[in-house]
């Protein structure tokens, strides 16, 4: 058995005790009559007149010194605890623990505290490892030796993963319960709240200040344009203002840089043009900051060729005019059709008047589909619906006068599932947007075609904005954490990480989910190959101001005993003042003038 702490920091106070000796060194003076002074007339002569006296302290002087000593060790809250024999380490692997504090990173100096840890265990302890994303797993087998989690704790690595939304007070606690462990204990850059029982929270870091690429996107201007434009966004996560130099690289030189400014708790564009083209291109912000990961993304501009799409309706004379749109690459086939065509390697298939069984692993727009669909409910039709509301800013919005967007016929629509409504009637929303395995969804209550041009500016602005929303292919890629998308044409091929990493393309359409790291993925088969950006998109991970507490909650299951001292703190100090105050005005020490 053994005593620890839960507060520790309160045991500092225990230098404050000395303080409790100033009341008796200070002579208080009192008045006392005398009829003749002639006796003290020597002493006066001989006083120091100096305000402190011999010390004497009363009995009661060591009462209250007890009450305060007590009240300190409560404060603390002392608990009687074994070295524990079955142990879990909690290891918080996320991005935020490649912040730097100082000369090491926070993943570096969690690492060194479960060292440490696992130092102070029994040689008979067994101990789980366990990270945190992309999920809370554990790590290698169970019921390891100190020393052979030492091994395997030197092999971690962070990730460039935001951690999950997940109530690690709730998670912990649950997990300790389970599997029955004495200690669990979690390192993480997080503060805690509260006492967990058989959770300790070890928390690693301190606030910093923080810069983060939020957005970088290569595209064309339109869709047979053969010039590149890049827009860059940055967010400026403290409260200070910044004057940063943004530099585009391209084949591992600097293309372009320039001077920008980001205002406190701000976001601030940039833009580039005229560059010569690459095969993938990075922004990055030269600075050091609290995270280096997030000065930094990647994008791939869009193939020279068109946006091929496969068009699937059993009306398919309103779609042909899709063709001049230069820069498209249009096929229509009928709804019996499209199982056959469905692999062709197509970047958007709209379905007018129809609908697949199953969502397509593809870009795909549902124009007024069936009932029987697998995104929407399909309410009644309404003519002449009037805008009532839309989502701006949006990139399906953007230079739409909704005042003269006036669909001809229209049914509302309400999601089944998720979705985002971008613009709405009165009866319901008329466009729904998703995005969901890194494909984008879009599901018209209206129908936007024929595409007539100026006969019809705001419909046509409207059906030019869901193309460009569409012809996502390379620009900025998915979030890390998203998985890629394999199609017919990788089969036989192999997908290479930004580390190096090798992975055979077998079983297709399938999906790739070790997204771990940020960088330029290759799925290279023969001489072709595919670049895809990857980057680190979570805002609130480069967020290093702000950290959201873990809040844990007491557990009378937990192995040691509870601190019942600290229940009884609040009566301690009620008495040790009552005491001070008796003492100090009823019994104070006399001197004589």
Same mark, same amino acid.
Not at 96 to 109: L, T
Not at 440 to 454: A, H, W
């Given at each position: 058995?053994?005593?620890?702490?839960?507060?520790?920091?309160?045991?500092?106070?225990?230098?404050?005790?000395?303080?409790?000796?100033?009341?008796?060194?200070?002579?208080?003076?009192?008045?006392?009559?005398?009829?003749?002074?002639?006796?003290?007339?020597?002493?006066?002569?001989?006083?120091?007149?100096?305000?402190?006296?011999?010390?004497?302290?009363?009995?009661?002087?060591?009462?209250?010194?007890?009450?305060?000593?007590?009240?300190?060790?409560?404060?603390?809250?002392?608990?009687?605890?074994?070295?524990?024999?079955?142990?879990?380490?909690?290891?918080?692997?996320?991005?935020?623990?490649?912040?730097?504090?100082?000369?090491?990173?926070?993943?570096?100096?969690?690492?060194?505290?479960?060292? =440490?840890?696992?130092?102070?265990?029994?040689?008979?302890?067994?101990?789980?490892?366990?990270?945190?994303?992309?999920?809370?797993?554990?790590?290698?087998?169970?019921?390891?030796?100190?020393?052979?989690?030492? %091994?395997?704790?030197?092999?971690?690595?962070?990730?460039?993963? %935001?951690?999950?939304?997940?109530?690690?007070?709730?998670? @912990?606690?649950?997990?300790?319960?389970?599997?029955?462990?004495?200690?669990?204990?979690?390192?993480?850059?997080?503060?805690?709240?509260?006492?967990? !029982?058989?959770?300790?929270?070890?928390?690693?870091?301190?606030?910093?200040?923080?810069?983060?690429?939020?957005?970088?996107?290569?595209?064309?201007?339109?869709?047979?344009?053969?010039?590149?434009?890049?827009?860059?966004?940055?967010?400026?996560?403290?409260?200070?203002?910044?004057?940063?130099?943004?530099?585009?690289?391209?084949?591992?030189?600097?293309?372009?840089?320039?001077?920008?400014?980001?205002?406190?708790?701000?976001?601030?564009?940039?833009?580039?043009?005229?560059?010569?083209?690459?095969?993938?291109?990075?922004?990055?912000?030269?600075?050091?900051?609290?995270? =280096?990961?997030?000065?930094?993304?990647?994008?791939?501009?869009?193939?020279?060729?068109?946006?091929?799409?496969?068009?699937?309706?059993?009306?398919?004379?309103?779609?042909?005019?899709?063709?001049?749109?230069?820069?498209?690459?249009?096929?229509?086939?009928?709804?019996?059709?499209?199982?056959?065509?469905?692999?062709?390697?197509?970047?958007?298939?709209?379905?007018?008047?129809?609908?697949?069984?199953?969502?397509?692993?593809?870009? =795909?727009?549902?124009?007024?589909?069936?009932?029987?669909?697998?995104?929407?409910?399909?309410?009644?039709?309404?003519?002449?619906?009037?805008? !009532?509301?839309?989502?701006?800013?949006? =990139?399906?919005?953007?230079?739409?006068?909704?005042?003269?967007?006036?669909?001809?016929?229209?049914?509302?629509?309400?999601?089944?599932?998720? %979705?985002?409504?971008?613009?709405?009637?009165?009866?319901?929303? @008329?466009?729904?947007?998703?995005?969901?395995?890194?494909?984008?969804?879009?599901?018209? %209550?209206?129908?936007?075609?024929?595409?007539?041009?100026?006969?019809?500016?705001?419909?046509?602005?409207?059906?030019?904005?869901?193309?460009?929303?569409?012809?996502?292919?390379?620009?900025?890629?998915?979030?890390?954490?998203?998985?890629?998308?394999?199609?017919?044409?990788?089969?036989?091929?192999?997908?290479?990480?930004?580390?190096?990493?090798?992975?055979?393309?077998?079983?297709?359409?399938?999906?790739?989910?070790?997204?771990?790291?940020?960088?330029?993925?290759?799925?290279?088969?023969?001489?072709?190959?595919?670049?895809?950006?990857?980057?680190?998109?979570?805002?609130?991970?480069?967020?290093?101001?702000?950290?959201?507490?873990?809040?844990?909650?007491?557990?009378?299951?937990?192995?040691?005993?509870?601190?019942?001292?600290?229940?009884?703190?609040?009566?301690?100090?009620?008495?040790?003042?009552?005491?001070?105050?008796?003492?100090?005005?009823?019994?104070?020490?006399?001197?004589?003038?």
């Amino acid at each position: 058995m053994a005593m620890e702490f839960l507060n520790p920091t309160a045991l500092y106070a225990f230098s404050l005790l000395p303080f409790l000796l100033i009341p008796y060194l200070i002579r208080r003076p009192t008045r006392v009559l005398f009829s003749s002074l002639l006796l003290f007339k020597d002493l006066s002569s001989r006083s120091p007149g100096r305000p402190w006296g011999a010390l004497r302290l009363p009995p009661i002087f060591f009462l209250q010194l007890l009450l305060l000593a007590l009240l300190i060790l409560a404060l603390g809250e002392p608990v009687f605890s074994f070295r524990p024999s079955k142990v879990a380490l909690v290891l918080d692997n996320s991005a935020s623990m490649q912040a730097s504090d100082g000369s090491k990173s926070r993943f570096e100096r969690a690492r060194e505290e479960a060292s =440490a840890t696992l130092g102070g265990l029994p040689s008979n302890a067994r101990v789980d490892l366990y990270v945190t994303v992309p999920r809370l797993e554990r790590v290698g087998e169970e019921a390891l030796a100190p020393k052979e989690t030492s %091994g395997l704790l030197a092999k971690l690595t962070p990730y460039d993963l %935001g951690e999950p939304p997940v109530e690690y007070g709730l998670e @912990l606690s649950r997990l300790a319960g389970e599997k029955a462990y004495e200690r669990l204990f979690f390192l993480t850059d997080r503060p805690s709240q509260g006492q967990g !029982g058989a959770v300790r929270v070890i928390s690693i870091g301190r606030p910093q200040e923080n810069l983060a690429l939020t957005s970088f996107e290569v595209a064309r201007p339109s869709f047979a344009s053969p010039e590149l434009v890049a827009k860059v966004e940055v967010t400026n996560f403290s409260s200070r203002q910044w004057k940063v130099k943004l530099a585009l690289k391209g084949g591992g030189k600097v293309l372009s840089s320039q001077m920008i400014a980001v205002g406190p708790r701000k976001s601030a564009r940039a833009s580039f043009q005229g560059f010569p083209v690459h095969p993938h291109y990075e922004a990055e912000l030269d600075l050091r900051d609290g995270l =280096a990961l997030d000065n930094r993304r990647f994008a791939v501009p869009p193939p020279a060729q068109g946006l091929k799409i496969l068009a699937i309706s059993p009306r398919p004379q309103a779609l042909h005019s899709l063709r001049s749109i230069p820069g498209l690459d249009l096929r229509v086939i009928s709804p019996e059709d499209y199982r056959r065509s469905a692999d062709e390697g197509h970047g958007l298939e709209i379905f007018h008047f129809s609908a697949p069984a199953l969502l397509p692993r593809n870009h =795909a727009l549902l124009v007024l589909p069936p009932e029987q669909n697998p995104l929407v409910e399909v309410g009644n039709a309404i003519s002449q619906p009037v805008i !009532g509301g839309w989502r701006e800013p949006h =990139a399906l919005t953007r230079y739409l006068n909704f005042a003269l967007f006036r669909p001809a016929y229209a049914r509302p629509l309400k999601p089944l599932f998720f %979705g985002e409504a971008i613009i709405e009637g009165p009866q319901g929303a @008329l466009a729904i947007a998703l995005e969901r395995g890194g494909f984008r969804y879009l599901v018209l %209550g209206f129908d936007p075609f024929p595409y007539l041009g100026k006969e019809n500016l705001p419909m046509s602005v409207f059906t030019l904005n869901l193309l460009r929303w569409f012809d996502n292919r390379g620009s900025s890629g998915v979030g890390t954490g998203e998985p890629l998308a394999l199609r017919a044409e990788h089969r036989g091929g192999v997908l290479l990480t930004p580390r190096g990493e090798k992975f055979p393309v077998q079983e297709v359409p399938a999906l790739f989910s070790q997204t771990f790291f940020q960088g330029i993925y290759r799925v290279a088969r023969g001489k072709e190959s595919e670049l895809i950006a990857v980057n680190f998109s979570d805002s609130r991970e480069a967020d290093l101001s702000v950290s959201i507490p873990v809040r844990l909650s007491a557990d009378p299951e937990a192995a040691g005993s509870p601190s019942f001292l600290f229940s009884l703190w609040p009566y301690l100090l009620l008495l040790s003042l009552l005491l001070l105050l008796f003492e100090w005005y009823f019994n104070p020490p006399v001197t004589q003038t």
